[in-house]
């Protein structure tokens, strides 16, 4: 329960940036580590962790976790002492990016400034061959990464126990 007051607080203050009123499902983290099963291993690293609602499905996986909010890393720290936390803006953490590397996403990209910023990225990643694959999940009826020029891209599942409900899209 306190993760999802916490996750209220934080949306309250932040809509943009939270994207939902609660943290995702246990059905939404499931479809999300089956649609990363599928792909080719590789480094993980997940953006946008929240209180771990998709890392604890993923978190076989060893991912990176990177968070914008101090409050959230803590308790994924406490939840998480095994995996590596890094409390930074996740634009930061793909600049730094120099070893092929697939990316987990939440952070909610519709009407977000972070977006002008995050698809360049992306792109520029891709075409050095770093970016292996990217899975997201978003609320909305479009292509969240339209603009990057990924080789193939496919809406691969939907989760209707979540809130809301929610599409995850694959690329590679
Ligand atoms: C929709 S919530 C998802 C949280 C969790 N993964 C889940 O599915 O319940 C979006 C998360 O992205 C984080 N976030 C937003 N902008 C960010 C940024 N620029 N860098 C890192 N994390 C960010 C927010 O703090 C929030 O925890």
Known sequence: MHKKILFLKKYLKNPITMGSVIPSS??????????????????????????????????SLNPVLVEIDKEFCALLRTNYPHLNIVNSCALEQLRKIDERVGLVISIPLINNPFKSSFIPLLND??????????????????????QVNFESKKRKRFVLQNIPPAHVWVYS
């Open 26 to 59: 246990r059905f939404l983290g499931n479809a999300m580590y089956k649609s990363v099963k599928e792909l080719e291993h590789t480094a993980v690293m997940e953006i946008g962790a929240g209180t771990g609602a998709i890392t604890q499905h993923i978190s």
């Open 125 to 146: 990643l891709y075409t050095k061959g770093l970016l292996t694959w990217c899975v997201i999940f978003t609320y909305g009826l479009n292509d969240p990464l339209e």
